[in-house]
């Protein structure tokens, strides 16, 4: 059999959240979830299943490509073993390109599937500081990936998930929350100092890991906040686990679909456009504006953006979204901008519509951005709400 006859069928650099994988709900020697990290390993989670491929490299006589295997029987284990380590040399550099290693070969009646196992663990990056309200992340591995976060304060766990930008700060409106309840802010895979895995495609794998990041902080009901793209996770989030949520809040949320008015393509603006159409408070854009002449922070703001791109490049929207968040049946509130330019505001009316619990609220004198332009109103804004439902 020559490379041209070998169609490897498991996707590449592709791997099960917890819980997700052929073998749903078994546990590995340890007695832990498969796809679970195991403790004290930094960086190296537990081995994960294999790709998903359906009945993947099936042969019984045939292989891939269905060329007859010679010397290969049902019951040959030794002969599967010299087979895994045929295909090696002649996959070569694409195994190695998926990052994928043959590790054994199972056979169920008469029908053999080639098993690959990796590990896709991601080390920690080293990311620029701004200049403002920086402070160091700690971190928790969650499915390989050093997801890093700031947590401070005491009470009712809080948890905001943030949008495109202004990552890596503990802004003052995390500080006024964090007086009077346990305030965590993690940064999504791609933003602030999280890595961005090859295998994160969609919110639906954010939701995932941010469900498994939970667990692993050791929360268990939270209010949830959401801003911008972080409102669109938010929102998918609480459709998936609503039961988890004491309340949902959504700050100029974006993923829902409006057919008359779609609004700005991020996409297409320059930087100094999106800045423009961000903030409706001029002055209080400027204490913001990135160091034209940092280089490294130029790149960071890039590839965050790119991460961003990932996740909502297409479609702009989820049409099953409106759906789902009929389970939502936790008290949600929805903040507006006063003149959002970016985001139209029929965006914000559409999700406190949607949502069985929601009220709307619009910020005075705000844009897109409520958290940067007026976090005193919107923490005391938040506060009320809080103390009506705890």
């Known amino acids: 059999m020559d490379d041209a006859e070998v169609r490897v069928l498991c996707r590449s650099r592709e791997k099960f959240p917890l819980g997700t994988g052929p073998d749903e709900g078994s546990t590995s020697d340890d007695g832990r979830p498969r796809g679970a990290a195991r403790a004290g390993c930094a960086h190296q989670p537990a081995a994960h299943e294999p790709p998903s491929a359906g009945p993947a ?15 290969v029987t049902e019951d040959d284990d030794a002969a599967a073993t010299a087979l895994a380590g045929q295909l090696e040399p002649l996959l070569g550099s694409a195994i190695q390109e998926a990052g994928l290693r043959a590790d ?5 009646d008469d029908t ?18 701004p200049p403002l309200h920086y402070t160091e992340p700690a971190f928790e591995e969650v499915f390989g990936i050093p997801v890093a976060y700031r947590r401070k304060g005491c009470g009712p766990a809080t948890v905001l998930l943030h949008g495109a930008g202004f990552t890596r700060m503990w802004l003052p409106l995390y500080e006024m929350l964090a007086q009077q ?12 100092a999280t890595p961005l895995p090859d295998w994160l495609h969609s919110f639906d794998d954010l939701t995932i890991l941010y469900d498994e990041l939970f667990n692993r902080l050791g929360l268990d009901r939270i209010h949830l906040i959401g801003f911008s793209m972080g409102g669109w996770a938010a929102a998918e989030f609480a459709a998936f686990y609503p039961r988890r949520l004491a309340s949902l809040t959504l700050i100029t949320p974006v993923g829902l679909r409006l057919e008359n008015d779609p609004g700005v393509d991020i996409f297409q603006l320059d930087p100094a456009e999106l800045m423009d159409r961000l903030f409706k408070d001029k002055t209080v854009m400027q204490q913001w504006l990135p160091d034209a002449e940092n280089f490294d922070e130029g790149i960071h703001l890039y590839a965050e953006f790119s991460a961003a ?6 479609p702009r929207y989820n049409l099953a979204l409106e759906r789902r968040l009929q389970r939502v049946q936790c008290p949600a509130l929805v903040v507006g901008g006063e003149d959002d330019r970016l985001v139209p505001n029929a965006m914000s009316d559409r999700y406190a519509a949607v949502l069985p619990r ?26 009320r709400f809080y103390e009506e439902i705890d």
Request: charged residues 30%.
């Open 358 to 383: 929601a009220r709307l609220v619009r910020i005075p004198g705000t844009g897109h951005e409520p958290c940067l332009e007026r976090p005193r109103e919107l923490a005391d804004t938040l506060i």
């Open 309 to 314: 791109a990932r996740l909502m490049w297409a």
């Open 57 to 71: 490299c099936g042969y019984n006589a045939r292989l891939f490509s269905g060329e007859t295997v010679d010397g």
């Open 104 to 108: 054994g070969l199972h056979c169920e």
């Open 181 to 192: 309840r346990d305030f965590i802010a993690p940064e999504a895979p791609g933003f602030g």
């Open 112 to 129: 053999r599937e080639v098993h690959m196992s990796y590990i896709d663990a991601v080390e920690r990056i080293d990311v620029p500081k």
